[in-house]
């Protein structure tokens, strides 16, 4: 989603205020009221094989052995019995003893190891040591002399006789992507044939955090939701009335004995007049609504064990207010967002039943498939997510079938739009749906910007995978553009388009809970909009103000909603301009593969920011420490 126009103005043209040069380290009617819920028997079914179990919990631990080296050699495996040591030439960071590699002042390799268990479900494992180096080297432009700090197969830093300094230095690396690995811990040294340089290690250190990362994806539950909807709509398109069936599978090791459907379009209503109202429920016992009304617990007639499926249905009722929203109608042009009942998710943090929040997006759903018939009157065109087949109905009226796979929600509109359509390049059948006062030329030029766009992405993310586009044009929208799977709304802006069809796999393709961490939607998108059009974020940051220590990239819609004024500015701008300069510092090639292949590595799955670092420190040899923490980038 964009923010209102104005403040997607401040974001595209953000005279961002950004980060002074920083030394890095070597995105009518009203419905009937629903019938009262009724009980009904679950459908259950074994489903093989069994999805994995929920991630370990982490056990908080320091996993080097004897880091000091105070106790000798063991653990460790040194290449000479003289690498730990505590005689004179060189001291201690702390104690009497240390590891000194090197030194000799001609041909020669010294190496230091020891095996590690990093405990598997932790948000943080950080590997910190101590060196000093000293060198008879004069030099200041050839390394001539190295260590390289390796673990598992993969080289942490590399340090030379360049890197001389007159006490310890401390070194830290981010080593969560190791978690629930053993891995051999090593350091090798290497001089030259003259002139010695010694590289002294001691208070060797890999402690992990007591928070537990979100388990993976297939221990995210209900697992692989499939959703059937039949809804008839009144002759404006403003109520819709049906039925929407789910079906599901637990996924977790823990029986799952009730699920929650998000109505999250009760938002624009109250509890005593719901948008969105669920009755007659079968498959389970409906409780009471909570969250504003946005949240209906369901207790289903039997618990679920881990593999086994079930199936809940239930009446259903939309109403759509007027007002060019995400959610509303704009005169005879209806547009329905987040309107249909989605299962919440159940994953290490327990039940995701976050408030709506109309500043950003609150959405947490796992990929899923729909199938949605919509009976409207055949004078309403019907643009939605997925493919669309239209057949004959009743006089008069059209029936539209919309089907899709692995998408996260679903949205249509419907209204006597105006319709342009045509092919990307590559391939992707685009069609424009404008209300009434956009020109033709402004619709076409949308078109231009949608084929454009959508292979610009397809290009650095992985193959557009969801058929057709729609793009529904509005210039009264006063959010600047909204996202949803295969089906957009947006002003007339080219930035802005963009912007929305990249949130085709930032959120889409590569889901994350967009409550707690926007950026993660948000700032990707805003950095794949800026290469789309051949922007590098130059000057990106040439000064920064931060409103305050507590103010993150990183922080959830719970902060940005109690500041809201800085959502924008710094999840949009801040965002991208970090990423921008990770690409900087990786370089363009590492930093488009970093990117494709962690989209290849979530595909349909879901992202978190623990695990986007871990895959960026994967990918480079620099410590990315000092970086997360200059840009404010935690989790």
Known sequence: MRPTPRKALAASALTLAALAAVSLPATPATAAPAAAPTAGGASASSAAPPAAGPAAACTPAQVVA????????????????????????????????????????????????????????????????WLHIDTAETTSSTAYDRLTAKIGATTLATYSNLDKNTGYVRR????????????????????????????????????????????????????????????TGNTAGTVWTGHESATFTNASST????????????????????????????????GALSVGCTALQITLAAPLAQGQSATIGFDLGITVPSGADRFGHDGAFSFIGNALPVLA????????????????????????????????????????????????????????????????????????????????????????YSVSGISSANAQSMLTTAKSAVDAHAARFGAYPYGELDAVIDNNFWFGGMEYPGFVLDLVSTTALTHEIAHQWWYGIVGDDEYNSPWLDESFTDYATDLA?????????????????????????????????????????YGKCALHDLRRLLGDTAMAKLLKDYATSHWYGVSTTAEFKAAAQAATTTDLTSFWTTHRIEG
């Open 533 to 573: 059009q051949g922007k590098t974020g130059s000057g990106c940051w040439s000064g920064i103000s931060w409103a305050s220590s507590a103010e993150k990239i990183t922080n959830s819609m719970a902060y940005w909603d109690a500041h809201s004024s800085r959502y924008s500015t710094v999840v949009y701008g």
């Open 66 to 129: 004897n880091g000091g080296f105070e106790s000798g050699a063991s653990p460790w495996t040194q290449s000479s019995s003289g690498v730990i040591t505590s005689r004179a030439g060189q001291s201690a960071h702390g104690g009497s003893a240390f590891a000194w590699l090197d030194g000799v002042g001609g041909t020669h390799t010294d190496t230091l190891s020891q095996s590690v268990t990093i405990p598997a479900g932790c948000a943080a494992a950080t590997l910190t040591f």
């Open 172 to 231: 830290s690396f981010d080593v969560s992507a190791f978690a629930g690995q053993t891995v051999t811990l090593a350091f090798t040294g290497t001089e030259d044939s003259s002139l010695q340089s010694s590289f002294v290690l001691d208070d060797i250190a890999l402690d992990t955090s007591g928070d537990t990362v979100p388990p993976a994806d297939s221990t995210r539950t209900p697992a692989a939701p499939s959703y059937t909807v039949s809804l």
């Open 345 to 432: 998710v159940k994953d290490g943090a327990g039940w995701h039943l976050d408030p709506y929040t109309n500043n950003g997006e609150s959405f947490y759903s796992l990929a899923a498939d729909f199938r949605v018939t919509l009976d409207h009157p055949t004078s309403l065109l019907v643009p939605a997510t997925g493919t669309s087949v239209d057949t004959p109905g009743s006089s008069g009226r059209t029936v539209t079938t919309a089907t899709a796979s692995k998408v996260r929600d679903f949205a249509w509109a419907a209204g006597p739009f105006a319709k342009i359509s045509g092919v990307s390049t590559a391939g992707t059948p685009i069609t424009v």
């Open 255 to 286: 029986a799952l004995s009730e699920v929650y459907l998000r109505l999250w379009d009760n938002y624009h209503g109250t509890c005593s007049a719901m948008p969105i109202t669920v009755g007659n429920v079968t498959g389970g016992v409906a």
